[in-house]
């Protein structure tokens, strides 16, 4: 069960579900697979729609590397994910808007 409060994302992989979280160190290793740019770069491509597969890609790996599990880009890239590309885009969307959302105050 993921908590989104603590800015985690859930995506189904092979059947399975996975947590996801980025991390300060998964951010530096998405920072340095990033082709263009730099993470706010990236946030900005999420939030006008114009983010490549690519991007997906290093945004959902760095979150299991985040989440702390072994699955590598590469398996990733080879795997099924479960709902499909949309899912995968729609996983990688939320996980940015949880890491960066500022919490609610009191």
Known sequence: MVNPHAGEAELGVNGTAYALKLTLGSLASLEAVLEEGTLVDLVQRF?????????????????????????????????TIDGGPMQAARVAAELLVRSFAVPDQP
């Open 47 to 79: 939030e006008q729609g114009r983010f490549s597969a690519r991007d997906v890609l290093a945004l959902l790996a760095a979150g299991l590397q985040g989440g702390g599990h072994n699955l590598s880009r590469e398996d990733l890239a080879a795997a």
